[in-house]
């Protein structure tokens, strides 16, 4: 055995060129000085210390869209393809939230689109000479079908319709790309997904949906609740406030030990930017996320009073036991400077919990009894507990033998109650809908 890759930083998706000479990977080199987000980057190596990097800019190394209907995590569909040549790498590139395959010249570092489109290339694989592949696409409103690709022609041939039968039986509405400038001139980009019978001279409930990461984006991929909430008749806001990838390196360090903070008032500001059109109603505003997403709905109830209801999922309320319990280790400064034993008012000043007296927002906890990347006692059911002793309004739904991917790769029967449990939770204040499971007190 012997080693053949040697750098300070990790090694991802090995390919070995066709004359076995030079070594493609993706990955980084570890900064100097530690970061919250070290973007993703693709690298040669014929020697395996002395590394070539030949990508650059915004864009981010694979598939890279947040979606609730890709593979369970782990499934390494993004590898490096050389040429039959050598000359060049193919692989996936995600910028803005939209991911495509691009071809790489590996002597000029010059980038070249294969593929182009407002869509998400979810997964793919090429024959051994790199003459054709296979390639899984989806949109906003279509799932991953399989497509043929000729990179030299750039020809896409769809060859499966696999939901083609169920979705000619749904009104699906197509996502609307904006773009919009924050509290400091930052342009931030989002997705809105409306009613598909929308009429822009009534108004709706919205539902700002917060994604994780929160070194994560949303993007030209189907979202399954996504359409569920349209259909249902809420206007959904999905935001990639600053922190969020396929933005560049600066763009997703930003929030490094201000987190949460100012991406707080991007998203704040993209309410505002809704709510400007007209066709929002102000008096019912709703907002959910999870993961960072769960944090970030803890923040905005213990900031704002605007939101009418809110759904809090796998969160995060209180960052000083959640570094003493997750798995997600914090022994290097890349979010907080100290451990919380010796700033402990860093970590309070960052925690929802730390201004739960303001909270006056109906809030619902979604919980998996197994997770242990933000383990609930540490998030859902310290801001139950502490609701349920304010007498304010709060539920909290636990499902049993689920862990951080519930909504992503749980049991089928629990995503659907999980979606169930929040669309009736915004029915109940959104829409004033009478739901006696939510009554008990």
Avoid: C
């Amino acid at each position: 055995m012997a080693k053949v890759i040697d750098i300070d930083g990790p090694v991802r998706n090995v390919a070995i060129s066709p004359d076995g000479k030079t070594y493609a990977f993706a990955g980084w080199v570890n900064p100097a000085k530690r970061q919250s987000y070290t973007q993703s980057a693709v690298f040669v190596t014929t020697d395996g210390k002395t590394v070539t990097k030949l990508t650059s800019g915004e864009a981010e190394v694979g598939s890279s869209v947040t979606g609730d209907q890709h593979p369970p995590r782990g499934g390494g569909g993004s590898p490096l393809l050389w040429s039959a040549d050598g000359k060049s790498l193919y692989m996936a590139m995600t910028l803005h939230g939209r991911s495509n395959i691009m071809r790489i010249d590996v002597g000029t570092k010059a980038v070249e689109p294969v593929t182009t489109g407002a869509h998400d290339v979810v997964a793919y694989s090429a024959t051994p000479d790199g003459s054709k592949f296979a390639v899984t696409v989806s949109d906003g409103t279509h799932l991953s079908d399989l497509f043929a690709l000729d990179p030299t022609s750039h020809a896409m041939v769809q060859l499966t319709h696999v939901n083609d039968s169920l979705f000619n039986q749904l009104t699906l509405s197509t996502p609307e790309r904006i773009t919009y400038k924050s509290f400091d001139g930052t342009m931030i980009e989002a997705w809105v997904v409306k009613p598909p019978d929308f009429s822009p001279t009534k108004k709706y409930p919205l539902i700002l949906n917060i994604h994780g990461g929160p070194h994560a984006a949303y993007g030209e991929t189907f979202f399954h609740e996504f359409q569920v909430m349209a259909a249902r008749g809420y206007v959904v806001l999905a935001p990639n406030p600053r922190g969020s990838t396929t933005y560049g390196e600066s763009f997703g360090n930003i929030i490094q030990y201000h987190y949460p903070g100012d991406d707080y008032k991007d998203l704040m500001v993209g309410v505002d930017t809704l709510l400007k059109r007209g066709y929002i109603d102000e008096k019912r505003l709703g907002v959910t996320g999870g993961s960072g997403g769960g944090l970030l709905t803890n923040w905005v109830v213990t900031q704002t009073h605007r939101f009418a209801a809110a759904v809090s999922q796998r969160s995060i309320a209180d960052w000083s036991a959640w570094w003493y319990t997750a798995d997600f280790t914090l022994f290097t400064p890349s979010w907080f400077r100290q451990p919380p034993f010796k700033d402990p008012q860093e970590y309070a000043q960052r925690s929802p919990i730390t201004y739960i007296a303001n909270v006056t927002t109906p809030l619902m906890l979604v919980e998996g009894e197994a997770d242990s990347r933000t383990p609930s006692g540490s998030g859902g059911y310290t801001m139950f507990r502490a609701l349920k002793a304010m007498k304010k309004p709060t539920v909290m739904v636990v499902f049993p033998g689920e862990t951080h991917e519930l909504s992503r790769s749980g049991k089928p029967v629990h995503r659907v109650a999980r979606l169930d449990h929040i669309m009736n939770w915004f029915d109940k204040y959104l829409e004033n809908k009478q739901v006696a499971q939510y009554d008990l007190q």
